[in-house]
């Protein structure tokens, strides 16, 4: 495994989708800040928080990762490399999850340079912490967890596809459908219940003000019942969603969340290597 390791690595430091994935979250970093602060400048009243998109990354990170493990693992079926290290005598297992490491490892660098930006620049720059540090620490962790459920379900997907064009596009149109089904749970689940009662004023042709009032209203969309639990149920659970809820810094539950993450990685993983050790690599 040792030497599995060492040779991805070294395959890593040379690999220029990698480069480029560290280069894009920093370049998303420079890009919020200078957002934040273009509107600091503008509006007097508007002070941004420093940490306020501490974790915007959060919200990238699928979509950078579909791409960089796609075609990561994806030129090593291309290569030839994977089948060179079973000859040598590698376990398939072994392959398997050093990939894996390899991947989150590339997978926390980018984020970790999305975040160190917003420190080093957004905090000299904008000076307003909001967050306990305490709290901040939590939520990079809870990302970190999230983000290996992430991989893992991108592993799975390229390790088990073995054209690098094919395994790229799979991946990334889960990571599409990761982030854009993320906001609109999220928006069917803040639809409030009854639509406000309100009031209009108008003058009429003889000049005499009138007054109508409206009552509460019913809103339709609001979810009820059973399709509003499983609605909460694929916020908490599912992957993207829950990047959704670590970049807004507002987290339904600090565990629960992280469960079922690591029930995705567990379950995922298992069945990635399952899969693969039965697979024919001729």
């Excluded at 940490?51 to 791409?67: E, I, K």
């Excluded at 894996?100 to 160190?116: G, K």
């Excluded at 339709?220 to 908490?236: I, N, Q, S, T, V």
Aim: charged share 15%; aromatic share 12%; with cysteine.
């Amino acid at each position: 495994m040792s030497k599995l390791l060492r040779a991805n690595f070294a395959r890593l430091w040379k690999s220029r989708i990698f480069w480029l994935g560290i280069l894009f979250m920093f370049g998303i970093g420079l890009l919020v800040l200078y957002s934040e602060y273009k509107s600091m400048i503008r509006f007097e009243d508007y002070r941004p928080s420093a940490d306020g998109s501490l974790f915007g990354s959060c919200m990238y990170m699928p979509m950078v990762a579909s791409v960089f493990i796609g075609l990561f693992i994806g030129t090593e079926y291309s290569d030839g490399t994977i089948r060179n290290k079973l000859i040598v005598g590698n376990t398939r297992s072994a392959v398997y999850f050093a990939n894996l490491i390899v991947a989150l490892s590339a997978s926390i660098m980018m984020h970790l340079v999305y975040i160190i930006t917003m420190i080093i620049i957004g905090i000299p720059v904008i000076g307003n912490v909001e967050q306990k540090v305490e709290t901040l620490v939590i939520l990079f962790l809870m990302s970190i967890i999230t983000m290996t459920a992430i991989v893992a379900i991108f592993m799975f997907i390229s390790m088990l596809i073995h054209s690098k064009a094919n395994a790229s596009v799979v991946a990334i149109l889960v990571a599409m459908a990761m982030t854009m089904s993320a906001p609109y749970i999220n928006a069917r689940l803040e639809e409030p219940e009854y639509y406000e009662a309100y009031s209009v004023t108008f003058t009429d042709e003889s000049g005499e003000v009138h007054e109508e009032k409206s009552e509460k209203e019913l809103n339709p969309y609001y979810l009820r019942g059973a399709k509003r639990k499983a609605y909460e149920f694929m916020l908490d659970f599912l992957p993207g969603c829950q990047m959704l809820q670590i970049a807004y810094q507002e987290v339904s539950d600090y565990v629960r969340l992280p469960l079922y993450s690591l029930g995705i990685i567990v379950v995922v993983s298992a069945g990635g290597v399952i899969c693969f050790r039965r697979q024919d690599l001729k």
